[in-house]
């Protein structure tokens, strides 16, 4: 049925051939799976057999003709035999889907009553009975591949030669596809696929032919795919580098800082809003605004003291006294300074605010008050 003998194909202008010594034959009503990397071979095959393209030296042999030796007058009557089905649909975008089928019987030069007849029993073999009338864009990525499929066979091909025809299919579609192109098989059509779906080749367990540098290295019976183990995987790296390093760094210190403000009994999130600010640095260097910037920062976030019975209008603080005052208010910087947290391991440090964390809060007016 087809017959490689010792073809080489070198194209011009690469150092490599294309193919180098393949020789191998197909039988009649074989299923033969191609595979291979890409580049390894598979559609110069398919070309080849075609006659689409001819070998360098060697020879090609189908339908028990030798290709070498067709004329190019009779290239079109030899293709009568043979159905092409690619990658790409090949579609005519404005014709229906029975248009599309039955331009290769009228290229032919069939009768329009033998159209009439074959189209409609073509379409219905694979599946798209109903859809005579649909353009292709209004068919699905797996119709469209039907309606190519349905043209490659109105002739009643002897030899089907499929070049990735699920390459762009969804896998559902994809069995859908293979299903037809078995069944099809079936009715006794050779068929010659070139695939790289290695899931459809092992489990339909028919021959294998696998090519790799254009060398022919394997030709199985009933086999598989083959060895996939030497391809990349997905799976994701660990991420390293100085970006990663730094970050945990970054994490590592403020996770020491919160644990020694908790040894030291200060509450860590306060600690740290300290540390990172500028604010809190500039009022140490300047003991006698700190008290009163620090009072004003707090006062929202202290709950007012219920008011006097005769409320007056607010006075200075310079002119207030001290004991009648019902406001809270830090003492004079020269009598005493501001009592530190830790001095006061009696209270309980998450239930104060801001202004007792830090020591603002004059609450033992009766210990260091003028008065006292």
Do not use: W
């Not at 030296?57 to 290239?75: A, E, F, I, P």
Request: aromatic content about 4%; overall charge negative; charged content about 25%.
């Amino acid at each position: 049925m087809i017959r490689f003998e010792n073809v080489t194909k070198r194209y011009k202008g690469t150092s490599k051939p294309a193919l180098n010594n393949v020789d191998f034959e197909v039988l009649r009503g074989e299923f033969v799976f191609l595979v291979g990397a890409s580049g390894s071979g598979k559609s110069s095959c398919l070309r080849m057999v075609l006659r689409e393209e001819t070998p360098s030296d060697g020879r090609v042999v189908v339908l028990g003709r030798d290709l070498r030796t067709l004329s190019n007058r009779k290239v079109p009557y030899f293709r009568r035999h043979i159905g092409a089905v690619f990658q790409d649909f090949r579609l005519l975008p404005g014709k229906t889907v029975f248009q599309n089928v039955a331009f290769t019987l009228q290229v032919t030069g069939s009768s329009r009553g033998y159209i009439q007849q074959t189209v409609p029993e073509v379409l219905a073999l694979v599946g798209l009975d109903g859809k005579e009338k649909r353009l292709p864009h209004e068919l699905s990525g797996g119709e469209q591949q039907r309606v190519a499929i349905a043209r490659a066979l109105v002739n009643r091909p002897q030899v089907l030669l499929a070049d990735e025809p699920t390459g762009n299919l969804d896998p559902a579609t994809s069995i859908d596809i293979m299903q037809l192109l078995a069944r099809i098989n079936g009715g006794g059509t050779t068929v010659v696929m070139a695939t790289h779906e290695a899931g459809f080749v092992d489990q339909m367990q028919r021959r294998v032919i696998e090519l790799r540098h254009g060398e022919m290295v394997r030709d199985e019976r009933h086999g598989g795919y083959g060895d996939t183990s030497g391809l990349p995987s997905l799976a994701p790296q660990e991420e390293r580098g100085a970006a990663a390093v730094a970050a945990l760094t970054a994490v590592l210190e403020v996770q020491r800082e919160a644990a020694a403000a908790a040894a030291a009994g200060l509450d860590p999130t306060a600690v740290t809003r300290d540390e990172s600010s500028d604010a809190p640095a500039e009022r140490e260097t300047d003991p006698s605004t700190a008290p009163d910037a620090a009072a004003e920062a707090s006062a929202p976030a202290i709950p007012p003291r219920p008011a006097p019975p005769t409320p007056t209008a607010p006075e200075p603080e310079s002119e207030r006294e001290p004991e009648s005052d019902p406001e809270p208010q830090p003492a004079p910087v020269s009598h005493t300074q501001p009592i530190p947290v830790a001095d006061i391991p009696e209270v309980d440090v998450a239930e104060l605010g801001l202004a007792d964390r830090l020591g603002l809060d004059r609450r033992d007016d009766d210990e260091v008050g003028p008065t006292s």
